[in-house]
């Protein structure tokens, strides 16, 4: 046998199946590894960069046991509805108004929905959220309280779950639905049909609209992003830590998991990835610009 491959003089292997050759069908010659890749489009992290991308998972958490320490409050007493609606109201209106200048500042391409139709969605929700109120107060009395609260927490975990971290504005129906279920059932069990209001006005705050604006922030300011964050992550361990310590220890310790120790696990893990490509891979078939098959 030649050195190129060949069984006799003028006799070469050939990759083809289309003709009869003097070989077996499983020959290969010592070219067959010429065409070895590996690890052909592996992206390589870095370890900060992948932390600001975990940071948006942590302020998820953290938007979640904030949620939860409100909800407490009120229901402890120690926070009015009337306070609630008044500061949902103004964090509305400054997250409009940021949201607003970031899309004109950064997009000005971008036809934004106007002023009209945005109060109009405001002023449908809030009219239905109101009038429903009575019935979503008593919507779970013939449950039991470990029932509603074991609902509550199974969807809130499968709101943090479904939540498309990627690219969440607006948020997926899956997340926001489960995270609105939940908001009924802990509203439900308020003392009365104006506190069910404002902690679903809230929950529509958290759940919907904040997404939206910390994407936008994403995509346009990542410093002030990766800053935001922080601050979101902080107030949920001291919210929760002021009716429960060992609360507030868990989240810091899924916020020190996430945000720190996966992220360094991921890095170290990409040295050892080896992915090998060449001509045994499966045939794969493309549309040139001419709408020709190659």
Known sequence: MGPDGALGPGVPW????????????NYVDHRFLEELRRNEGVQQYHY?????????????????????TLWLYMEQGLLTPEVLLWTSLVCSLLGYGLHQVLTSQFEPSSEPRTHLADLQSAAIFL??????????????????TDTVYAMSAIMLLA????????????????????????????????????????????ALLVFALWPCLLQRMRENTP???????????????AGLGS???GGALLLSLALVSVTLLCPLLLVRLQRHKDNIHGPWDEAEIHEDLNGFLR
């Open 243 to 245: 009716q429960t310590l």
């Open 14 to 25: 050939r990759k083809v199946l289309w003709e009869s050759q003097p070989f077996p069908d």
């Open 223 to 237: 410093r002030q992003f990766t800053g935001v964050c922080v601050v979101v992550c902080i107030g949920g361990v």
């Open 48 to 68: 900060w960069s992948v932390v600001k991308e975990a940071g948006f998972v942590g302020q998820q958490l953290s938007c979640v046991a904030i949620f939860i």
């Open 159 to 202: 709101h943090l779950v479904s939540f498309p971290y990627p690219q969440p504005s607006p948020p997926g129906s899956l997340s926001l639905n489960a995270a609105l279920f939940a908001s009924v059932c802990l509203a439900s069990r308020l003392p009365g049909t104006l506190h069910t209001f404002a902690m679903l006005s809230c």
């Open 127 to 144: 009219s239905f959220t109101f009038g429903f109120s009575p019935v979503l107060k008593t919507l779970t009395e013939s449950v039991s």
